[in-house]
């Protein structure tokens, strides 16, 4: 093979690569965002909630069923980040919830909290995805972590607001 075949070669693989990262990237994948029916199951099950359901499957199934491609490394990424966003719904929710009703102390300290949390988990699933930066698994654990990740905090949003 010729250097100038070669170099040919490298170039299109190199624009196989940046498309496939840019398909998977988690800027893109946000784009999603659940429909109404999924959001109202998910919030039932939040209501109703007992330890280890996962309230974001009706979310993510439902952004498969819509799929014209699913069960795809790219379908499931962004049914994953559609999931996230549902939880973040519910997190923002809870978040205005807990403000409203907090003296002004405690407001102060949770805004803070927030702004560093949201900082935090940015951070760790931008090195997830960092970590991975060779394989197109990077986007679907993103999107993993980010679901976690904001989870939790919901979790710990409700804590802070019950009495």
């Not at 800027?27 to 659940?34: D, N, R």
């Amino acid at each position: 093979m010729s250097r100038t075949s070669k170099m040919a070669t490298g170039l299109v693989g190199l624009a196989l690569t940046a498309s496939i990262a840019t398909w998977l990237s988690p800027a893109q994948a946000q784009e999603s965002v659940p429909t109404p029916k999924a959001m109202a199951a998910f919030r039932v099950c939040l209501a109703a909630a007992k330890a280890g359901v996962d309230c974001g499957q009706p979310v993510y199934d439902s952004c498969q069923a819509a799929h014209d491609q699913p069960d795809t490394t790219l379908s499931i990424t962004e049914c994953t980040m559609t999931t996230h966003k549902a939880w973040d719904v519910i997190l923002n929710e809870r978040y205005r919830a807990v403000i409203a009703a907090s003296p002004p102390n405690f407001k102060l300290k949770l805004q803070k909290a927030q702004r560093a949390w949201i900082v935090s988990r940015d951070a760790d699933c931008a090195a997830v995805y960092e970590a991975y930066i060779g394989g197109t698994i990077r986007g679907l654990l993103y999107a993993g972590c980010m679901v976690e990740k904001t989870s939790e905090r919901v979790r710990w949003l409700k804590e802070m607001g019950e009495d």
